[in-house]
T-cell receptor, first 116, second 109 residues
């Protein structure tokens, strides 16, 4: 099925370990996003990429890096995981019209990350 | 104060009941989204609104731009409607989404 594919679905890390969350979309969307979802809080934006070759910080970027490898793929890297990064991570993408407006958001199924 | 507030936080209904979930926001927006997150965790976009009303099946979403308020209605609710419903707003045409904390709906048979 077309959409946003995230891997892995689950991961347990030890404090200080590194890992990369992968995200790919096959809808030819220009914009891609990484969010985290914590209990009692709304989804918060970590990083986003408005188009291939560009990335920008969101609300909670500390401790993360991203790479927009090509139009399809947008990865999120934790260089040195901390317990505060225990969360559910969602990748999303949206299409952009001729005026640069974003809409048509599609979300991946999420990655449940636990840092011990 | 959160820029996007949803009420109620939790809602339990009997099958067949008419359900309303409210969303108020405090910023100027270009669009408002209603999303559904099922117990399995996946998030699905239900509606995107910039004015008026939209309907899809048993779901109806309305928005009042002047009052900065939106409602999501579910008619003839069913246990499969049990999910978290999330309101999100977008500031400016290229702005990112700001999310509410969600409303957890449980529909009992």
């Amino acid at each position: 099925n077309a959409g946003v594919t995230q891997t892995p679905k689950f991961q347990v890390l030890k404090t200080g370990q590194s890992m990369t969350l992968q995200c790919a979309q096959d809808m030819n969307h220009n914009s891609m996003y990484w969010y985290r979802q914590d209990p009692g809080m709304g989804l918060r934006l970590i990083y986003y990429s408005a188009s291939e070759g560009t990335t920008d910080k969101g609300e909670v970027p500390n401790g993360y890096n991203v790479s927009r490898l090509n139009k399809r793929e947008f990865s999120l890297r934790l260089e040195s995981a901390a317990p505060s990064q225990t969360s559910v991570y969602f990748c999303a993408s949206s299409r952009t019209d001729g005026q640069g407006a974003n809409y048509g958001y599609t979300f991946g199924s999420g990655t449940r990350l636990t840092v011990v | 104060k959160n820029e996007v507030e949803q009420s109620p936080q939790n809602l339990t209904a009997q099958e067949g009941e008419f359900i309303t979930i409210n969303c108020s926001y405090s910023v100027g927006i270009s669009a408002l989204h209603w999303l559904q997150q099922h117990p399995g965790g996946g998030i699905v976009s239900l509606f995107m609104l910039s004015s008026g009303k939209k309907k899809h099946g048993r779901l109806i979403a309305t928005i009042n731009i002047q009052e900065k308020h939106s409602s999501l209605h579910i008619t003839a609710s069913h246990p499969r409607d049990s999910a978290v419903y999330i309101c999100a707003v977008k500031r400016g045409s290229q702005g990112n989404l700001i999310f509410g904390k969600g409303t957890k709906l449980s529909v009992k048979p």
